[in-house]
């Protein structure tokens, strides 16, 4: 019986499970960052006419630094049955944990430009749960 190639090549280099996890320094300068944003000025009751609503974007920006639990969020996964890489749950929890898998009924690799409604739909899901009656 035929060796495989990788067999014959001791030094290659090995495939590795993914494990979403981003070290806590890395959020730590996120938070200081999204903190120290220098805000520009804006005409008072500008609200949305020129851009972003500034009030908003600053709302939002003190929710992902002091109220977004980035780690909960790395256990989380939208698998589209198109998508080029579906691993089965077991594998994925095996090295994370899992604590939201969903599997809308259409879309592939570019679910955004495929299925851009059911898309945003699970970016609304996902989401939801963290809203603030600010942000509501």
């Known amino acids: 019986m035929a060796q495989s190639p990788a067999a014959e090549m001791p030094d290659a280099p090995r495939p590795e499970p993914f494990a979403p996890h981003t070290a806590p320094a890395v959020l730590d300068d996120l938070r200081a960052r999204l903190r120290a944003t220098p805000w520009p000025d804006a005409p008072q009751d500008a609200g949305w006419s020129l851009g972003t609503d500034l009030t908003y974007l600053r709302e939002l920006a003190a929710y992902w630094a002091d109220g977004f639990d980035w780690p909960a969020q790395e256990a989380a996964l939208a698998r589209f049955p198109g998508d080029i890489g579906r691993p089965p749950r077991a594998w994925l929890e095996r ?14 690799h570019f679910a955004p430009f495929e299925e851009p409604e059911l898309y945003a739909q699970e970016v609304r899901a996902f989401f939801r749960p963290y809203r603030t009656e600010a942000m509501a």
Not at 95 to 108: F, I, K, L, Q, S
């Open 95 to 108: 090295t994370a944990n899992v604590v939201r898998v969903t599997e809308p009924a259409r879309g592939g």
